[in-house]
């Protein structure tokens, strides 16, 4: 019973985490939308949060499934969707990384400074 509670606790902040993904998404997307000039940087960093979203929702899903599943299938049907998000998110948070490398070398080479997400 007490794993049961800590699973549930996890699975708490994991949707949690999801929401707040979410609202990032929305914000990068947005100041894309209203960005004058857009770099591939900028474009980077977007498609990585929409990655990171996609990821973080099929980890949310598979970790809320391995809490109510019923059997052993379904359990390691929802581990796998929960490892497929976790790698989605890793895959996003380079992406990420190489598009806010691109804008802070953008930075420093025009002296324009712009807000990486």
């Given at each position: 019973?007490?794993?049961?509670?800590?699973?549930?606790?996890?699975?708490?902040?994991?949707w949690?985490?999801?929401?707040?993904?979410?609202?990032?998404?929305?914000?990068?997307?947005n100041?894309?939308?209203?960005?004058e000039?857009?770099?591939s940087?900028?474009?980077?960093?977007l498609?990585?949060?929409?990655?990171e979203?996609?990821g973080?929702?099929?980890?949310?899903?598979?970790?809320s499934?391995?809490?109510?599943?019923?059997?052993?299938?379904i359990?390691?049907?929802?581990?796998?969707?929960?490892?497929?998000?976790?790698?989605?998110?890793?895959?996003?948070?380079?992406?990420?990384?190489?598009?806010?490398?691109?804008?802070?070398?953008?930075?420093?080479?025009t002296?324009?400074?712009?807000?990486?997400?």
């Open positions: 019973e007490l794993k049961l509670k800590f699973e549930n606790v996890i699975a708490t902040g994991v949690i985490k999801t929401v707040g993904q979410i609202i990032e998404t929305i914000g990068v997307s100041l894309y939308l209203i960005n000039d857009p770099t940087g900028d474009e980077k960093v498609s990585a949060v929409w990655i979203t996609v973080q929702f099929l980890q949310t899903i598979g970790v499934q391995q809490i109510s599943a019923t059997n052993e299938q359990t390691f049907q929802a581990q796998e969707l929960e490892i497929i998000g976790v790698s989605l998110k890793s895959l996003a948070h380079a992406i990420e990384a190489i598009g806010g490398i691109e804008i802070l070398q953008e930075e420093k080479r002296d324009i400074m712009d807000f990486i997400p």
